[in-house]
């Protein structure tokens, strides 16, 4: 009953964007700006041993960009508080986690599509995979994972945050330094002490570092941090992804319950 209701829920969010397709356009317009940007401009500025900076760069994109996409959950749960839709919901004889679990689901579906978008540019600007199709796919799907496990993470602020305007200020001074704080778009050797030790802690340097592993975009000449999280780059990142399921799921559906119960 959950699953089939989760699943008409992430329909009818999917068959929004179908009628508002200018929410796909600029979902996808954004993550190829930054490639085009950081490929073309810091990519003829900044040299790395043995390997080009736009193969270095593109996994950081797709970390950054499915860490992005995640807050489409929180966006879209605070858009239906604000107009009343949850409300409706309440009414009608569903599961109550069916609006999470459908919200965070057809989130996954929009990465997805980004995802597919930036690989294209990416391969149009130099970007290789150079390892096998399953370990590619591995690939695709850690990142995947990890934006579901962000999504619940967006679904807690938008419950608790509940006005659109106030949850984009709020996830972007969050996330932007979040995704920026890494080795997205520079090796975290490049940073000075203290942000170097987060950098390196940071889950989105993890998933990046996994996702550069998976595909190939790594040299022998470019040294890995001695970080744990970084030696052991998939292992972390399914183990923060696990880490953000167990704690911000529970926290969703007690804040989700909180607030229709008002």
Not at 10 to 35: E, G, Q, Y
């Amino acid at each position: 009953m959950a699953a089939s209701d989760g699943i008409t829920i992430a329909k009818r969010n999917l068959i929004k964007i179908k009628r508002v397709p200018d929410l796909l356009v600029f979902t996808t317009m954004s993550p190829i700006m930054f490639v085009l940007l950081f490929g073309f401009i810091f990519g003829s500025a900044i040299t790395l041993p043995g390997m080009s900076y736009r193969e270095f760069l593109i996994a950081g994109v797709f970390a950054q960009t499915v860490v992005f996409g995640a807050s489409w959950t929180g966006l879209g749960l605070a858009e239906d508080m604000q107009k009343g839709i949850i409300d409706r919901f309440r009414s009608l004889p569903m599961a109550p986690s069916a609006v999470l679990v459908g919200r965070t689901t057809s989130d996954v579906m929009i990465n997805l599509i980004s995802l597919i978008v930036m690989s294209l540019t990416g391969l149009l600007i130099g970007w290789r995979i150079r390892t096998s199709p399953l370990e590619a796919l591995g690939g695709f799907v850690l990142l995947l994972v990890f934006a579901y496990a962000m999504s619940w993470v967006m679904a807690v602020v938008g419950l608790w945050i509940r006005t659109p305007e106030v949850f984009n200020n709020a996830t972007f001074m969050t996330i932007f330094p979040l995704t920026f704080l890494a080795n997205t778009f520079v090796p975290s050797d490049n940073l000075p002490g203290p942000l170097r030790v987060i950098a390196e802690w940071n889950p989105v340097s993890a998933l990046t570092q996994a996702t550069r592993e998976l595909f190939g975009n790594t040299n022998p000449a470019m040294r890995v941090p001695d970080a744990w999280p970084l030696q052991h780059s998939v292992l972390a990142t399914l183990i923060w992804t696990a880490l953000i399921l167990i704690v911000f799921v529970p926290l969703a559906v007690r804040r989700y319950q909180k607030a229709v119960s008002r």
